[in-house]
C-alpha cells in the first residue's frame, strides 16, 4: 500500500491564483482531513470528511473548499490564494475499529504564496 | 485556537535518559493521541488513550492521563538519538458514542525533543 499520498510537494502561488491539491488513500479509510501547520505551530483543521460524499468544515476553512467523490480521494482547493496561506497542508485518513483508531498522515505540501 | 498547551517547549537530553512531555487540554475529551513529527516530514501516530484509561504503554513510551486535571504525560525511556523530533498532543474532542473522532483532531503545539548522542 502507498498510504496516503500528496501532491505536489512544493508549490508556489501569486496573490489571487487557485489551485488544488491532491491526497489520496489506498487504504479504504472511511474518514479524511485536511490540515496546515504553520512555523512553530501545532496542526489546525480545515476541512474533514466522514465518506463519500460528506464533508465539513474545521477550525480554519475560509479560503479553502473540498469535495470528496471517492473514498480514495481528498482534493483541497484553494480559491484565492493569499500570503496567509502560505503554510504546510496535510492530508490524512483513518479509520474506527473496535474502539480502536489511527490516523495516517501524508508527507505534506508546502505552499508558499507571493 | 489550539486545543492543547505542551510543555516543554523544547528539550535537550542525553542519549539513555528519559524524555517526559506533558500537554494540558481544555473541552471534555473522548481520546488523546501522541503523535511524533520528524524534521520536514508527515506526523507518524505513537498512541492512543481513552478517557477511561489512566495510564498505557507502547515498547518504551508510557502515556498517563488525568481527565480531572485535563492533562496527559508522554514518557520516553531510554531515549536514543532517533527519538530527535516534534511530539504532538492530540484531542478528539467531539467523538461520537461510538468514540472515533472522524478524523478531527485538534492538537497542541508540540514539544521539540533533542536527544544528543
Known amino acids: 500500500n502507498a498510504g496516503v499520498t500528496q501532491t505536489p510537494k512544493f508549490q508556489v502561488l501569486k496573490t489571487g491564483q487557485s489551485m488544488t491539491l491532491q491526497c489520496a488513500q489506498d487504504m479504504n479509510h472511511e474518514y479524511m482531513s485536511w490540515y496546515r501547520q504553520d512555523p512553530g505551530m501545532g496542526l489546525r483543521l480545515i476541512h474533514y470528511s466522514v465518506g463519500a460524499g460528506i464533508t465539513d468544515q474545521g477550525e480554519v476553512p475560509n479560503g479553502y473548499n473540498v469535495s470528496r467523490s471517492t473514498t480514495e480521494d481528498f482534493p483541497l482547493r484553494l480559491l484565492s490564494a493569499a500570503p496567509s496561506q502560505t503554510s504546510v497542508y496535510f492530508c490524512a485518513s483513518s479509520y474506527s475499529q473496535g474502539g480502536k483508531e489511527t490516523q495516517y498522515f501524508g508527507p505534506g505540501t508546502r505552499l508558499l504564496v507571493l | 485556537s489550539q486545543q492543547g498547551e505542551e510543555d516543554p517547549q523544547a528539550l535537550s537530553i542525553q542519549e539513555g535518559e528519559n524524555a517526559t512531555m506533558n500537554c494540558s487540554y481544555k473541552?471534555?475529551?473522548?481520546?488523546l493521541q501522541w503523535y511524533r513529527q520528524n524534521s520536514g516530514r508527515g506526523l507518524v501516530h505513537l498512541i492512543l488513550i481513552r478517557s477511561n484509561e489512566r495510564e498505557k504503554h507502547s515498547g518504551r513510551l508510557r502515556v498517563t492521563l488525568d481527565t480531572s486535571k485535563k492533562s496527559s504525560s508522554l514518557l520516553i525511556t531510554a531515549s536514543r538519538a532517533a527519538d530527535t523530533a516534534s511530539y504532538f498532543c492530540a484531542t478528539a474532542p467531539n467523538a461520537n458514542a461510538g468514540g472515533t473522532s472522524y478524523g478531527k483532531l485538534t492538537f497542541g503545539q508540540g514539544t521539540i525533543l533533542t536527544v544528543h548522542p
Open positions: 473541552t471534555s475529551i473522548n481520546n
